[in-house]
């Protein structure tokens, strides 16, 4: 094979992911500022609180750096947006007026970013799951779409059922009871 074959043969890069250095980026330019914005918009916080909220938003596939943080939030107390205030030995920032019109101003702009993130989120969690429950996850929807509308009764609950199970299996808080089983009714 040729090399412009070869060139030819790889697919473009999603221009809906941005990336960086060929790597997928997590957050598209200026979104963290958005999405730290809004943070403290909605009560006040501190560094620590905001790195973390963000790392938990991405299922810890994503964690902001103190080194991205702390100069992030330097830059909105300089503008007026925030003000630290000392509570527990910590800078807890609180949001001023000036960093409220900032926010009503921007917040077609901070829906777009909070929608990316998540959506963003969503594709990393996807792409790490283990290789067979990404394919009995598949095999599951396509379930639904096939049977849509035809359920017997108990039918729904049977299935919830064992989806509350492996929920619970997931969040490690499943007790040593078996699994509840509804019967259906055949055809």
């Known amino acids: 094979m040729s090399r412009s074959a ?3 043969a790889r697919p473009a890069p999603s221009p809906e992911v941005p990336r960086r250095n060929g790597q ?10 958005l999405l730290v914005l809004a943070l403290i918009g ?12 963000i790392s938990g938003l991405f299922m810890q596939a994503y964690t ?11 830059s909105f107390e300089q503008a ?10 910590r800078r807890v920032f ?6 409220e019109f900032e ?8 829906r777009l970013a909070q929608r990316r993130a998540f959506d963003r989120a969503r594709e990393i969690t996807k792409a790490s799951l283990p290789p067979p429950l990404a394919a009995a996850l598949r095999e599951f929807k396509q379930a639904l ?30 007790g040593d009871g078996p699994l509840p089983i509804t019967p259906t009714e055949p055809d």
């Open 64 to 74: 902001p750096s103190a080194g991205t943080m702390y100069p992030l939030l330097a």
């Open 42 to 53: 909605e009560q006040p916080r501190h560094g620590y609180e905001l790195i973390q909220h």
């Open 145 to 174: 779409v096939r049977h849509h509308g035809r359920w017997s009764e108990g039918e729904a609950e049977q299935v919830a059922a064992h989806l509350q199970h492996a929920a619970a299996l997931l969040n490690g808080s499943l």
């Open 6 to 8: 070869t060139l030819r």
């Open 103 to 110: 926010l009503k101003v921007q917040r077609p702009q901070v």
């Open 80 to 89: 007026g947006w925030v003000e630290p205030h000392e509570e527990d030995g």
């Open 94 to 99: 609180r949001i001023t007026a000036a960093g």
């Open 24 to 33: 997928p980026r997590v957050l598209s330019r200026g979104d963290l500022r």
